[in-house]
Nanobody
Framework: QVQLVESGGGLVQAGGSLRLSCAAS????????MAWFRQTPGKEREFVAG????????YLADSGKGRFIISRGNAKNTIYLQMNNLKPEDTAVYYC?????????????????WGQGTQVTVSS
């Protein structure tokens, strides 16, 4: 069984920073890519950022451009999301996801494994 575990969420003031981490455990697997999504109550999960293992290519949603940076760790299937200049509208539960094969980065159904999420709250 594969588990993705997120950490690093919390409460921060607007303009502050947080760094989210995601690490895989359990059965060994090779992912094509990993990504971060976020979700607020009553809304669908939305893509935030993704990174492809083969070449480190990154994808960022417009909402995070210039503020968020996704990176991969030395350990396989470990990724980070550095979030700077946070805004109240960034408040959400942030999920880590792993894609085993290629697909549409922005679609939830392209991802095979999901973490339980970590809450990020940005106060104004």
């Amino acid at each position: 069984q594969v588990q993705l575990v997120e950490s690093g969420g919390g409460l921060v003031q607007a303009g502050g920073s947080l760094r989210l981490s995601c690490a895989a455990s359990g059965r060994t697997f090779s992912s094509y890519a990993m990504a971060w999504f976020r979700q607020t109550p009553g809304k669908e999960r939305e893509f935030v950022a993704g990174i492809r293992w083969s070449d480190g290519r990154t994808y960022l949603a417009d909402s995070g451009k210039g503020r968020f940076i996704i990176s991969r760790g030395n350990a396989k299937n470990t990724i980070y999301l550095q979030m700077n200049n946070l805004k109240p509208e960034d408040t959400a539960v942030y999920y880590c996801a792993a894609m085993l094969y290629g697909g549409n980065w922005y679609m939830e159904r392209a991802y095979d494994y999901w973490g339980q999420g970590t809450q990020v709250t940005v106060s104004s």
